[in-house]
């Protein structure tokens, strides 16, 4: 994984473990996010494209850690504190783009997951469960 630049942004704050006893909520999270970047007038560069263009770094951030590693490696990741480390933060970046990008585009993330879920649960139903309902097209 590449070294950041110091003077690029990554959106997240740099205290990421700031209420380690609290879990906040995804729009606690938001706020935060959306505070942090316009006390550094960030707004006019979070825009739908760039944040999806930095997701996209982002993600791909997180896919090199685990690029050359077999399966076995790959589930034993966390096991090494600096690899797991470095897979955390990838995490984060992940996520705060993602909820940046929802909050631009005013997406509501857990709705639109459990609407997913729905359609999935209805699409791929269960082997066996005899209710006689074929597999819905792609």
């Known amino acids: ?4 630049d110091p003077g690029r942004h990554s959106g997240t704050p740099e205290r990421v473990t700031e209420h380690p006893a609290q879990h906040p909520d995804l729009a606690a999270l938001q706020r935060r996010l959306a505070e942090f970047a316009a006390a550094r007038n960030w707004q006019p560069y979070h825009t739908p494209k760039n944040l999806v ?5 982002e993600a791909s951030e997180l896919v090199e850690i685990f690029q050359w590693l077999t399966p076995e490696e790959s589930a034993r990741v966390m096991d090494d504190p600096g690899t797991a480390h470095r897979v955390t933060d990838e995490v984060a ?3 705060a783009y993602l909820l940046q990008f929802c ?3 005013g997406v509501d993330p857990l709705a639109a997951l459990a609407a997913k ?5 209805h699409r791929f139903p ?9 597999q819905a097209d792609a």
């Open 117 to 121: 879920i729905d359609r999935n649960e």
């Open 53 to 57: 263009a930095a997701l996209s770094v």
């Open 93 to 95: 970046d992940v996520l």
């Open 1 to 4: 994984m590449g070294r950041r």
């Open 126 to 134: 269960v082997p066996g469960a005899g209710d006689g309902h074929q």
């Open 103 to 105: 909050e631009v585009l």
